[in-house]
Nanobody, 126 residues
Framework: VQLQASGGGLVQPGGSLRLSCTPS????????MGWFRQAPGKEREFVAG????????FYSGSVKGRFVISRDSAKNTVLLQMNSLKPEDTAVYYC????????????????????WGQGTLVTVSS
């Protein structure tokens, strides 16, 4: 199983980016997918997650209201629309997938996720 993440880049503060993640090798129709990020010198932290069946969405407090996670079932792809970006959003963003449908508290823990993508760098700077 591989998770292919893309969409990172350099953006000015206040700008937008959209990340996408497409798994290959299996589907997660009964599970969940999400995004984490890791800034230099910091631990990997939860950003957003979505249950594939039902579409329940969860966000960290730092991105709620600015980021939107969604799924495209036809393309088997998860998207992260990031708006009103701030310099503190600068990090490597990782796509993650779980074969089981996670409760909200479990989504925040890296150990809850079974598969990880390679990471895509997002830099917010003027």
């Amino acid at each position: 199983v591989q998770l292919q993440a893309s969409g990172g880049g350099l953006v000015q503060p206040g700008g937008s980016l959209r990340l996408s993640c497409t798994p290959s090798g299996r589907t997660f129709s009964n599970g969940a997918m999400g995004w984490f990020r890791q800034a230099p010198g910091k631990e990997r932290e939860f950003v957003a997650g979505i249950r594939w069946n039902g579409g329940n969405r969860f966000y960290s407090g730092s991105v709620k209201g600015r980021f939107v996670i969604s799924r495209d079932s036809a393309k088997n792809t998860v998207l992260l629309q990031m708006n009103s970006l701030k310099p503190e959003d600068t990090a490597v963003y990782y796509c993650a997938a779980s074969v089981s449908s996670l409760i909200m508290s479990s989504m925040f823990m890296t150990d809850s996720w079974h598969y990880w993508g390679q990471g895509t760098l997002v830099t917010v700077s003027s």
